[in-house]
């Protein structure tokens, strides 16, 4: 069993590197947001299918069956997943950084739906982009694990953003969600509900249903305010949970055990629309191309660190301080929102060039960045509507020299 948590381990962990950077390289950057935010609504809609699953086989009376089948409701998900990624197209950015432009031009005409016009101008500009801006960054470094942590670096603050995206992942853990999600049922169960195992699973649907507005918000309202109105909010559930916890004994009190329920659905939507979609989206954007896939190696063994910290301290807690532990979440959930507010820049709508120069700017501030466009910024909508203009201007042009020539006035 060991053996096999380690390699599934290793499969989870590659994956949680190489499923957000591979959707933000891919995606255009009017849906980025969205997209790479889908990563962690599949995520929920594992973790609901779990609960279904656990739920269904916790009257069996062999323990050993119960947990081999849910272990092997796995394979059901994974082998397709393993067999779909052979079928995906390399990333744009990826041959950019292997000098391989009839390999970018190919897979953003394939992602665009314009493999019958691989130098269509949307193509082309996008191509451009990403030309001048690996020339600059070859200039300020090769990309090693060294210049990750440079203090003197030449980049674009590359030291800042490393720091920025370990922070995000590591504060994304410790909102306190996984809290609920792994122990959930022995929380719930001390605090005298008669079935928490259908608790995890009103939870589990909470989560899915609340990431489908997630995805929206992430384009609707950007990153920065989601994640700080969101961490605000869970700060005060989590403190409506714990104060309720510790002050009336649940088990003794019915309202202490609904109060606690609702306590932790409110924190739980509230993690669904913001960090638990935007924490992995902010590791897509942030970081340099030469740079990319280790510094969000880094943020996402942040991650798994702080999971692995959640796993291990809260049966002590639960035993030692119990529902108090919940004023420790929302003591992180308040300093991942303040470091938010300082360092983390806007980037709704802007490509990863842009969102690169962005950094550039020693005088520009976090709180600042909304406001900020790019020189020459042209939005895709504008884009695509000059493109069609000039389309169908060409197309009435053939027709008018058509008739001419035919004599037809």
Known sequence: MMIGRLIAGLGVGALSIGVPMFQSECAPREIRGAVVSSYQLMICFGILISNIVNYGVREIEDNDASWRIVIAIEMAFSIPLGLGVLACPESPRWLAMREDWDGVRTSLARLRGMMSDVKNPLVEDN???????????????????????????????????TLLGMAVQFFQQWTGANYFFYY???????????????????????????????????????????????????????????????AIDPEGSSTSGIVMIVSACMFIASFAVSWGPLGWVVVGE?????????????????????????????????????????????????????????????????????????????????WESAKWTPPGYVSREKKDESYFEEMTAGKDAEKVVVHSDSGVE
């Open 127 to 161: 191509i451009q982009e990403m030309r001048i801006l690996l020339e600059e960054e070859r200039k300020v470094g090769q990309g090693s694990w060294l210049e990750c942590f440079g203090v003197r670096n030449k980049g674009p603050k590359v030291l800042y953003r």
């Open 184 to 246: 959930g049922a022995t929380i719930f169960e001390s605090a005298g509900i008669d079935d928490p195992i259908l608790v995890q699973l009103i939870l589990g649907a909470i989560n899915v249903g609340m990431t489908f507005f997630g995805i929206y918000s992430a384009e609707k309202f950007g990153r920065r305010w989601p994640l700080i109105i969101g961490g605000l909010w869970q700060t005060a559930w989590l403190l409506i949970f714990a104060s309720v916890g510790t």
């Open 286 to 366: 942030v970081f340099p191309l030469r740079t990319r896939a280790k510094q969000a190696s880094l943020a996402t063994a942040s991650n798994w660190l702080a999971n692995f910290l959640i796993s291990f301290l809260t049966p002590f807690a639960d035993a030692g301080i119990s529902y108090a532990f919940g004023y420790v979440f929302a003591g992180m959930n308040l300093i991942g929102t303040i470091i938010v507010y300082f360092f983390l820049y806007e980037s709704k709508t802007l490509s990863l060039e842009h969102i690169d120069m962005m950094y550039c700017l020693p005088d520009l501030k976090a």
